[in-house]
């Protein structure tokens, strides 16, 4: 079965420096997400991704947020100078088309010390 | 923007029994309701969903309802099993208002053997 990956499961950085997390949505999805989860809380959505640009953002994608799909498999969220709050599970997701079932990543943790 | 509330953020039933999990949404456009279930340290998978066109979803011990008047759905859950628990979180999106899923807090079900 089709699965979306993210690479690194974890990650952790120091406070002000930057991070990219990199995801391969299923191959024959349309949309792309990321969404975090704080720990213990419940999952955000931060940006959706469609036909190479962004289709939504929430509050939470400032300025230090960026996303990017380097090539055909690729999607990738850039935190340009982390904070100690950045810390959580990133997740990505991919859907064929928009309001539509998402599939989720395993996730990849942030730990910004 | 949409907000989504759940109820009960925990619940704690006895093996064999029904568990109900209540959520309430905001935005009257929205169309899309699934259901997650994520185990610990686990990504979210979709258990089961459904549209604003119909009032209620079954998929063998698992069903969805939805009152689109009062703007609330459930997820229950029938002759619980120790494998059900985990945290499920309900959502919900549209195709005109915010089309990215919106969470609600999730509730942590803990089946009793």
């Known amino acids: 079965e089709p699965e979306v990956t993210q690479t690194p499961s974890h990650q952790v950085t120091q406070m002000g420096q930057e991070v990219i997390l990199r995801c391969v949505p299923i191959?024959?999805?349309?949309?792309f997400y990321w969404y975090r989860q704080i720990l213990g809380q419940k999952v955000e959505f931060l940006v959706s991704f469609y036909n190479n640009e962004i289709s939504e953002k929430s509050e939470i994608f400032d300025d230090q947020f960026s996303v990017e799909r380097p090539d055909g498999s690729n999607f990738t969220l850039k935190i340009r100078s982390t904070k100690l709050e950045d810390s959580a599970m990133y997740f990505c997701a991919s859907s064929a088309w928009e309001n539509t079932e998402a599939f989720f990543g395993q996730g990849t943790r942030l730990t910004v010390v | 923007g949409e907000n989504v509330e759940q109820h009960p953020s925990t619940l704690s039933v006895q093996e064999g029994d029904s568990a109900v999990i209540k959520c309430t949404y905001s935005?009257?456009?929205?169309?899309?309701f699934p259901w997650y279930k994520q185990e610990l340290g686990k990504r979210p998978q979709l258990i089961i969903d459904i549209r604003s066109n119909v009032g209620e979803k079954k998929d063998q011990r698992i069903a969805v309802t939805l009152n689109k008047t009062a703007k609330h759905f459930s997820l229950h859950i029938t002759e619980t099993q120790p494998e059900d628990s985990a945290v499920y979180f309900c959502a919900a999106s549209s195709d005109t208002g915010r089309r990215a899923l919106t969470f609600g807090s999730g509730t942590r079900l803990q089946v009793q053997p």
């Open positions: 935005d009257s456009a929205s169309n899309y």
């Open positions: 191959s024959n999805h349309l949309y």
